[in-house]
């Protein structure tokens, strides 16, 4: 477990852009909150590492990994009033294991929960509950899986693998994380490429829009279109769509049991 000091550059690095930076002589923290560039301690970035708090973000850079969220969360916890000062939190429902689950979201945190929040121009929030719903239900296998984020990943091959590899991975994996990786998988397969890693950044990695933007060279407000197709393919996928329409929208016939349509 992280030593204190390196808890509260864990923190630091929660600000949304905040990374780790090689310099000539060690580390330094670069910050959208501050246009210098300061000086960490190595031992910090080592114990974090360790940890598998920091992941890699493609650019010769360290950011605070899903796992690092969860511990500087947790390290949080003992003291609201502090979080509470410095997080937009809700309550949300959400469908999971087959019943209706209470969980609290920082909305600061959350991309997801953000552009839950957000109304289009007919004053209709961007992304229904069962698009958001799908986004969590990710996130949480996502969670249960104990996937960190890599800047490559074959997720089909992560995911069906048993086996962690790389220096602080886990040799074995507990049925519940396979199970997670399992679903996950399967989730990832139905979107297909073109949506599920945009999904894994958002929902998993908790990227931003214009950061998924500046990564992928897209054009500006481009992702936002994206994410909105990709998280209504993951509802269907879950069968939360159907459940958001009310059975509506389909092809229905009403008939005896034995029925069988004519082809031909």
Not at 20 to 43: F, H, K, Q
Not at 207 to 212: A, F, L, P, V
């Amino acid at each position: 477990m992280a030593a204190r000091a390196a808890l509260k550059l864990a923190r630091r690095l929660a600000t949304a852009g905040a990374r780790i930076e090689r310099a000539a002589d060690g580390y330094v923290l670069a910050s959208p909150l501050s246009a210098r560039r300061t000086g960490v301690d190595a031992a910090d970035v080592k114990a974090l590492l360790a940890d598998g708090a920091l992941a890699a973000d493609g650019s010769d850079g360290l950011v605070l990994s899903a796992a690092g969220r969860v511990m500087v969360r947790r390290s949080l916890a003992g003291g609201e009033d502090f979080s509470s000062q410095h997080q937009a939190r809700e309550t949300q429902t959400i469908e999971r294991d087959g019943g209706r689950h209470s969980v609290t979201v920082d909305v600061s945190e959350s991309p997801l929960a953000w552009l839950r929040s957000r109304k289009g121009r007919d004053g209709k929030p961007l992304i229904d509950d069962a698009a958001f719903q799908a986004g969590e239900r990710l996130r949480a296998d996502f969670t249960r899986g104990q996937l960190m984020p890599r800047v490559t990943s074959n997720w089909s091959a992560a995911v069906a693998s048993g086996r962690r590899g790389g220096a602080g991975g886990m040799a074995e994996l507990t049925e519940a994380a396979l199970s997670a990786r399992m679903r996950l998988e399967r989730a990832l397969t139905a979107v297909g490429p073109e949506f599920s890693g945009v999904l894994i950044d958002f929902c998993c990695f908790l990227k931003g829009i214009e950061d998924i933007e500046t990564a992928r060279g897209w054009p500006k407000r481009s992702a936002k279109l994206v994410l909105l197709l990709a998280l209504s393919a993951l509802a269907r996928h879950y069968g939360l769509a159907a459940m958001a329409r009310g059975g509506e929208g389909g092809m229905r016939h009403w008939g005896s049991e034995d029925f069988r349509p004519t082809i031909g």
